[in-house]
């Protein structure tokens, strides 16, 4: 991945992709004082762009660090990034570490290092095909406690477990793993948050100790104009056999339906359906208002 053509935003500065390095002891890489963001483009537009340069600075403040940038220039930089690199359809990684002054834990004078790459991540709008449905294993790890971990912080740290519960379940076969919480409650999945339907409505994990991602507020907002009501509430993994439909939904997943969670069975159907063709339109970019 280091060695692409195109530019990275690095500290202010665009500069070819090759050359934005960081030295080996930097905070952020020993003691994970890492936040980044997730984000896409579509049709040359950040989708929420200002939300996710808000959750950023928010991420950081929660490990203790205030990244050296308004939101306002966040995005500044975000849109010269896509454009400089040709972009109309695009992922976007803002990441946000302490550089390599201290090396304890301690680290309160580090330089706070801000970097801005876009890569291509096509979409899968095929409906048909993602209506099948994807595999989700579930997770031996589950999401810590609020009281042991900044859960609400975009936080690298907090990564650990989605790679390793990921890992095993591709080793396994599966797409991803869906990971409950530390009571043993339905939480999310590696990288995405799940959404299940029954008789019309929408359940959801209430988002208290997991990322409450802005494509699940998305979905809310959209499921809500469409009249479908949205529980948010605490689900038990005893009760997923209970549920009709399924689905993930994030920025890279957007809405993506899911067909098998270990032993339990769930067929992609209208509210699905509905979910990922309201998603779809609503990333489309809107004209700017006159
Ligand atoms: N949970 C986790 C663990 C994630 O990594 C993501 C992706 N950022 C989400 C949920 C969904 O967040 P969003 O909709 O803001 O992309």
Redesign the pocket.
């Known amino acids: 991945f280091d060695q692409r053509e195109g530019y990275i935003w690095f500290d202010g500065q665009l500069v070819p992709w090759a050359d934005a390095k960081l030295h080996v002891l930097s905070h952020g890489l020993h003691y994970a004082s890492c936040v980044f963001e ?1 984000e896409r483009a579509y049709g040359g537009q950040i989708f929420k762009s200002t939300e ?1 340069s808000e ?1 950023f600075r928010r991420s950081a403040e929660l490990l203790d660090f205030a990244i050296p940038y308004s939101v306002e220039e966040l995005d500044a930089a975000k849109a010269l990034t896509v454009a400089k690199n040709g972009f109309r359809n695009c992922y976007v990684r803002p990441v946000a570490w302490r550089g390599s002054e201290m090396m304890a834990v301690a680290a309160q004078n580090s330089t706070i290092h801000v970097a801005i790459a876009v890569w291509d991540w096509p979409s899968m709008f095929d409906v048909e095909q993602k209506m099948k449905g994807i595999r989700l294993d579930i997770a031996e790890y589950r999401r810590p406690d609020p009281k042991t971990a900044p859960s609400h912080s ?1 936080a690298a740290g ?2 650990m477990i ?1 790679t390793i519960s990921k890992h095993k379940a591709e080793k396994k076969g599966y797409a991803d793993a869906l990971m409950l919480d530390w009571q043993g409650r339905v939480a ?6 799940v959404f299940f339907a029954k008789g019309g409505a929408l359940h959801t994990p209430i988002a208290d100790c ?2 409450d ?4 507020r998305t979905v809310i907002d959209l499921a809500k104009r469409r009249g479908i009501e949205v529980i948010e509430r605490r689900i038990m993994p005893e009760e997923l056999a209970s549920f009709d439909e399924c689905f993930i ?4 997943a957007e809405v993506t339906p899911v067909s098998e969670i270990g032993p339990h069975r769930f067929t992609p159907a209208a509210v699905s359906r509905a979910m990922l063709e309201d998603y779809t339109a609503e990333v489309q970019p809107k004209a700017k208002a006159a």
Do not use: D, S, V
């Open positions: 997730g996710h959750r975009k907090l990564y989605c999310e999945c590696t990288g995405a948050n997991f990322l991602g802005i494509t699940r939904c994030g920025t890279g």
